[in-house]
């Protein structure tokens, strides 16, 4: 098989043939294209389907949803062929366009945001310190895969500015509230799935169906605000706190690019309910690394998640919930059993307490105006990095 592209790929590129991940971006001339990251360029499938090189109708549209509500055969024949393109037929570089020049922009639509708490060591870690070692993890943690709605209108790309929220809350030692800016600003490690194919109302996706709907999956970064969540948790969740803003990758990497990169999850004890068990090689392998400014403060990996993304998706549509093309599942907090592949500063920190120490000096107990948070994501093969690109974002005053 020969595995060479015309396009020249740098070896350090995290967009090797083997990933073709999926984004969508504006051309100097202010039209949105969708295509395919390989190296350094972006293969432009708008242009190639309106020459009729693609004999596809998915993507003269400014988002990927049409393509992704086409369903799993449809998506890996597309892969087939962008390969061929890519890879036994004559180069055409007049459908590359540099991704130097173009403005990625959001690769979906997206219509619902659910976000997940699938690491057994956030749970835990935050529930320690909010309810102490005895009662970290709620009755319900390790039967279910708990979730909250979030907010799909202020899911933006990487490279946005992340405005430092501005709400209540109430200082430890006082018995009132205040209003005003943050003063613990946080981001947390996750990936989100997007959904490809969808559900009819009433209709739930068995496990063993599950990853069929899942399309592909993106870095997420859920910046969020702790002394607002503290005092407005209570009783229904996460509100303002979280939906403030929500960065995504711009690249879309599909599952069928991950499937060298298989694992088994964490055992889990007790066994799942009938319709959360599975087995095999439930997740994937995939490294990843946070940033604040110049300095890694965090190495993790996503294969450490308690439920799986099969698990996830069987019990969001149990009820009959519908899924739809363009949904985001997020997976929550992606910790590790180590102190430094925890997913958020405040476990890093634990609560502010244990300052980091960055490479120029300075502390850090939450984030301050002007700082930049960059998470990547990669898969290691043999000879070659299967990359997800970066989400990162800077935190700008209110
Ligand atoms: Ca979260």
Redesign the pocket.
Known sequence: MTTKSWVSIPLDSPFPLQNLPYGAFRLPSGEVHLGVAIGEEILDLSALESAGVLASNYFGEPTLNRFLAAGRQIWSSTRQRLRQLLVDEPPRPEFLVRQSEVQLLLPVQVGDYT?FYSSREHATNVGTMLRGPENALMPNWLYLPVAYHGRASSVVVSGTDIHRPIGQSRPENSSEPIFGPSKSLDF?L?MGAIVGVGNPLGQPIPIDRAEEHLFGLVLVN?W?ARDIQAWEYQPLGPFLA?NFATSISPWVVPLEALEPFRCPGPKQDPQPLPYLRQQGNTTFDIHLEVRLNDTVICRSNFRHLYWSLRQQVAHHTSNGCPLRPGDLL?S??ISGPTPDSYGCLLELTWRGTKPLTLADGQLRRFLENGDRVTMTAWCQGEGFRLGFGEVTGVVVGS
């Open positions: 976000d947390e996750e859920d969020s979280k997020a929550g907090t």
